[in-house]
C-alpha cells in the first residue's frame, strides 16, 4: 500500500474514535477515495451495510468475523470491519479457553480495549459462546474437579530382618556374589561388586500410593550407589542422583518413593556397581495410600456451578451490558450418539469436563442462561435487550436439525432463555449443474427449517468455497473473473434467499466468516500480491446489490 493510502486509512480509523455510527462512511454520496479498496470496476459502490433498506428490514444487519488481535491494532482489517459491517464477532478469541488459566486467573485487557473502542466508534459485537465443549478453559476445570486430598494412615507393610536369616531366597537380577554373611558379629545380607539385588520384595503396590523402604546399610568404604523402586528409580542426594553408604558407621536409608505405573510387583533394588562390598541389616517397608477421593456428584455440581458463576460474572464485568447478543451454547448435538427417540444427543465425555455432564443434559442451558443473565443485569445489563442463540453446525442434516429442534424445545420447557439459532454455514458453490441444484436445495430447506421455530436467525461463517464440474476446489489464485462472478451470483442468492424466507423479525443477521480471500475465494476482498492492498471483488458487489433488493 502506498503512503498516501496508509495515511488516509489511519485517518479514517482514527475518525471513528470520535463519531457516531451513523456518520461514520456511511451515507449513500460515501466515496472510496480513503480506501485502500479503491479500484476499477467496483470504485463507486458505498460501504456494503449502507444498502440495508432499515426501514423495510428493521432487525437485518450484518457481521464480519475477525481476531481481537487483528481489531485492536485498527488497521486494514479494523477499517473493511467497522466501515462495511454492523457488528463484528471475535470466535474463540472471546471465549474463556483464551481467557482463563489453569489458575482461575482471566485476562480481560485485549477485551477491554476492544470493547471501549467498539463502544467508542458506536459499532456493536456479537458475543462469543459462553460455554462449549471445545475453547474452555480446560486446564482450570479439571483442577476444580480434581480429587480431594484426605488424611490417610500409614500402612505397615513387610519386614525382613537378615540377623535371623541363614540362607538369601531373594531376587538377584545381576552379578552372583550375593549371600548371608557374617559381619560386624551378625547375619547380614552381602551384596558383591557388579551385583544388583531386591532386598525387598514380595509384596502388592499400589502406583498411586507413597511407599517408604527404611533399611540400615554398610560399606567396605563409601561409596554411592543407585536405587529403584518398583520400576521407579529413585534419586538420592549424590552424584547423580546415587545413593551414599558409609564405611564407618551403619546407614540408615530412606527411600520414599511411588511404584511405576505399569507395576505388577513391589520390590527394592541396590545396584552395585562400585569395587567395594555392601552389607544389609535389616528392610522394612510400609505405605501411605493414595491421599486422593473423587468428587462426589454433588461436589463435582456445587464445583462447576461455582466457576459457571465465576466465569460469567468476570465475563459481565467486563462487558458492562455492551454486548447484549451472544451465543449461549455452542456445537452441542453429538452425531455419533443417539437417544431413544432416534434422535442425537449432547456431546458427553470421560475424558475432559463438559458443562452438561455436571449441568445434566435437560438443565444444560437453563442453567448457563440463568447464571449469564444474572450477571449481565449485576453489571449494568438491560435484560430487555439481552439475548441468547444455540450455535450449532451441520443443520442442513435434517435429522441433526431436528434433534437441535428437540434439545431446544426441552430446554425452554426448563427455563432457559433461547431467544434465537446461530446456524453456521458450510457452503460451496459447484459448476456440476445437478451437484449446485441440490446445494441450493439443501439451502432453501435449511432456511424453511429454520423459520419454523419461531426463533431469531442468524447466518455465520458465511463463505462460500468453489468447486469445479469435478468437485475440485478452486483456490483463490486460480479463480477466473467469471467463475468469480458465478461465486458472487451465489453468494447474492444466499443473501435474497435469508431475507425473503426469514420473517423480517426474525432476521438477527448475516455474518462473513472471512472479509479477505484466504487460499479459497471467499473474500469481499482479494489482497493485491504486490501491494498488499485490499481489493474489492464481485463479491463486494454482489453484498451490495442483494442487499440493496437487485
Given at each position: 500500500?502506498?503512503?498516501?493510502?496508509?495515511?488516509?486509512?489511519?485517518?479514517?480509523?482514527?475518525?471513528?474514535?470520535?463519531?457516531?455510527?451513523?456518520d461514520?462512511?456511511?451515507?449513500?454520496?460515501f466515496?472510496?477515495?480513503?480506501?485502500?479498496?479503491?479500484?476499477?470496476?467496483?470504485?463507486?459502490?458505498?460501504?456494503?451495510?449502507?444498502y440495508?433498506?432499515?426501514?423495510?428490514?428493521?432487525?437485518?444487519?450484518?457481521g464480519?468475523?475477525?481476531k481481537v488481535?487483528?481489531?485492536?491494532?485498527?488497521?486494514?482489517?479494523?477499517?473493511?470491519?467497522?466501515?462495511?459491517f454492523?457488528?463484528?464477532?471475535?470466535g474463540t478469541?472471546l471465549?474463556?479457553?483464551?481467557?482463563?488459566?489453569?489458575?482461575?486467573?482471566m485476562?480481560?485487557?485485549?477485551?477491554?480495549?476492544?470493547?471501549?473502542?467498539?463502544?467508542?466508534?458506536?459499532?456493536?459485537?456479537?458475543?462469543?459462546?459462553?460455554?462449549?465443549?471445545?475453547?474452555?478453559?480446560d486446564?482450570w476445570?479439571e483442577?476444580?474437579?480434581?480429587?480431594?486430598?484426605?488424611?490417610v494412615?500409614y500402612?505397615?507393610?513387610?519386614?525382613?530382618?537378615?540377623?535371623?536369616?541363614?540362607?538369601f531366597?531373594?531376587?538377584?537380577?545381576?552379578?552372583?556374589?550375593?549371600?548371608?554373611?557374617?559381619?560386624?558379629?551378625?547375619?547380614?545380607?552381602?551384596?558383591?561388586?557388579?551385583?544388583?539385588?531386591?532386598?525387598?520384595?514380595?509384596?502388592?503396590?499400589d502406583?498411586?500410593?507413597?511407599?517408604?523402604?527404611?533399611?540400615?546399610?554398610?560399606?567396605?568404604?563409601?561409596?554411592?550407589?543407585?536405587i529403584?523402586?518398583?520400576?521407579?528409580?529413585?534419586?538420592?542426594s549424590?552424584?547423580?542422583?546415587?545413593?551414599?553408604?558409609k564405611?564407618?558407621?551403619?546407614?540408615?536409608?530412606?527411600?520414599?518413593?511411588?511404584?511405576?505405573?505399569?507395576a505388577?510387583?513391589?520390590?527394592?533394588?541396590?545396584?552395585?556397581?562400585?569395587?567395594t562390598?555392601i552389607?544389609?541389616?535389616?528392610?522394612?517397608?510400609?505405605?501411605?495410600?493414595?491421599?486422593h477421593?473423587?468428587?462426589?456428584?454433588q461436589?463435582?455440581?456445587?464445583?462447576?456451578n461455582?466457576?459457571?458463576?465465576a466465569?460469567?460474572?468476570?465475563?459481565?464485568?467486563?462487558?458492562?451490558?455492551?454486548?447484549?447478543?451472544f451465543?449461549?451454547?455452542?456445537?452441542?448435538?453429538?452425531?455419533?450418539?443417539?437417544?431413544?427417540?432416534?434422535l442425537?444427543?449432547?456431546?458427553?465425555?470421560?475424558?475432559?469436563?463438559?458443562?452438561?455432564?455436571?449441568?445434566?443434559?435437560?438443565?444444560?442451558?437453563?442453567?448457563?442462561?440463568?447464571?449469564?443473565?444474572?450477571?449481565?443485569?449485576?453489571?449494568?445489563g438491560d435484560?430487555?435487550?439481552?439475548?441468547?442463540?444455540?450455535s450449532?453446525?451441520g443443520?442442513?442434516?435434517?435429522?441433526?436439525?431436528e434433534?437441535?429442534?428437540?434439545?431446544?424445545?426441552?430446554?425452554?420447557?426448563?427455563?432457559?432463555?433461547?431467544?434465537?439459532?446461530?446456524?453456521?454455514?458450510n457452503?460451496?458453490?459447484?459448476e456440476?449443474?445437478?451437484t449446485?441444484?441440490?446445494?441450493?436445495?439443501?439451502?432453501?430447506t435449511?432456511?424453511?427449517?429454520?423459520?419454523?421455530?419461531?426463533?431469531?436467525?442468524?447466518?455465520?461463517?458465511?463463505?462460500i468455497?468453489?468447486?469445479?464440474?469435478?468437485?475440485?476446489?478452486?483456490?483463490?489464485?486460480?479463480?477466473t473473473?467469471?467463475?468469480?462472478?458465478?461465486?458472487?451470483?451465489?453468494?447474492?442468492?444466499v443473501?435474497?434467499?435469508?431475507?425473503?424466507?426469514?420473517?423480517?423479525?426474525?432476521q438477527?443477521?448475516?455474518?462473513?466468516?472471512?472479509m479477505?480471500?484466504?487460499?479459497?475465494p471467499?473474500?469481499?476482498?482479494?489482497?493485491?500480491?504486490?501491494?498488499?492492498?485490499w481489493?474489492?471483488?464481485?463479491?463486494?458487489k454482489?453484498?451490495?446489490?442483494?442487499?440493496?433488493g437487485?
Open positions: 500500500m502506498n503512503k498516501m493510502y496508509k495515511n488516509s486509512l489511519f485517518l479514517l480509523a482514527a475518525a471513528a474514535m470520535v463519531v457516531a455510527c451513523a461514520y462512511n456511511v451515507t449513500d454520496d466515496k472510496a477515495d480513503p480506501d485502500p479498496t479503491f479500484v476499477e470496476p467496483y470504485k463507486d459502490y458505498a460501504t456494503v451495510k449502507s440495508i433498506d432499515r426501514g423495510t428490514y428493521p432487525n437485518m444487519s450484518l464480519a468475523q475477525l488481535s487483528e481489531f485492536n491494532k485498527q488497521e486494514l482489517a479494523h477499517a473493511a470491519a467497522v466501515t462495511n454492523d457488528n463484528y464477532s471475535f478469541t471465549m474463556s479457553g483464551a481467557i482463563v488459566n489453569g489458575k482461575g486467573v485476562n480481560f485487557l485485549d477485551m477491554k480495549d476492544l470493547l471501549d473502542h467498539v463502544e467508542e466508534i458506536g459499532g456493536e459485537v456479537f458475543g462469543s459462546p459462553i460455554v462449549a465443549n471445545a475453547n474452555q478453559a486446564e476445570l483442577k476444580l474437579t480434581a480429587p480431594i486430598e484426605i488424611q494412615d500402612v505397615e507393610g513387610k519386614y525382613v530382618n537378615y540377623n535371623d536369616s541363614t540362607i531366597n531373594g531376587t538377584v537380577e545381576k552379578g552372583t556374589n550375593v549371600g548371608i554373611a557374617k559381619y560386624d558379629g551378625q547375619n547380614t545380607l552381602k551384596i558383591g561388586t557388579l551385583c544388583n539385588v531386591r532386598i525387598i520384595e514380595g509384596f502388592d503396590v502406583p498411586k500410593a507413597k511407599y517408604t523402604t527404611t533399611f540400615y546399610a554398610k560399606a567396605d568404604k563409601d561409596a554411592t550407589f543407585n529403584t523402586f518398583s520400576g521407579n528409580k529413585v534419586n538420592g549424590g552424584t547423580d542422583g546415587k545413593w551414599t553408604f564405611a564407618d558407621r551403619w546407614t540408615k536409608i530412606v527411600v520414599e518413593a511411588q511404584s511405576a505405573a505399569d505388577t510387583e513391589g520390590y527394592l533394588t541396590i545396584e552395585n556397581t562400585r569395587s562390598v552389607y544389609i541389616r535389616e528392610v522394612q517397608v510400609g505405605y501411605y495410600p493414595d491421599n477421593r473423587q468428587q462426589t456428584a461436589e463435582k455440581s456445587d464445583t462447576i461455582y466457576a459457571l458463576n466465569w460469567c460474572d468476570g465475563l459481565m464485568k467486563i462487558n458492562q451490558g455492551r454486548i447484549t447478543s451465543d449461549l451454547i455452542d456445537e452441542a448435538i453429538d452425531t455419533k450418539a443417539e437417544l431413544e427417540n432416534g442425537y444427543d449432547l456431546k458427553h465425555s470421560d475424558e475432559k469436563i463438559f458443562w452438561q455432564d455436571i449441568l445434566g443434559s435437560e438443565n444444560y442451558a437453563p442453567q448457563v442462561s440463568k447464571v449469564a443473565s444474572t450477571a449481565f443485569k449485576t453489571h449494568g435484560l430487555e435487550k439481552l439475548r441468547f442463540f444455540i450449532e453446525s443443520l442442513d442434516e435434517p435429522k441433526k436439525f434433534s437441535l429442534k428437540y434439545w431446544i424445545n426441552i430446554w425452554d420447557q426448563n427455563g432457559a432463555q433461547i431467544d434465537g439459532i446461530n446456524a453456521k454455514l457452503l460451496t458453490y459447484s456440476d449443474a445437478d449446485q441444484k441440490a446445494n441450493e436445495a439443501a439451502l432453501q435449511l432456511l424453511n427449517n429454520l423459520q419454523s421455530t419461531g426463533k431469531l436467525i442468524r447466518l455465520s461463517n458465511f463463505d468455497k468453489y468447486q469445479d464440474a469435478d468437485g475440485l476446489p478452486v483456490t483463490a489464485k486460480e479463480i473473473s467469471e467463475q468469480r462472478q458465478k461465486l458472487a451470483n451465489y453468494y447474492s442468492h443473501i435474497q434467499s435469508y431475507m425473503s424466507l426469514i420473517d423480517r423479525d426474525k438477527a443477521g448475516i455474518c462473513k466468516g472471512n479477505l480471500d484466504t487460499t479459497d471467499v473474500g469481499l476482498w482479494a489482497q493485491d500480491a504486490l501491494t498488499k492492498d481489493v474489492r471483488t464481485a463479491t463486494y454482489a453484498f451490495c446489490d442483494a442487499l440493496k437487485k
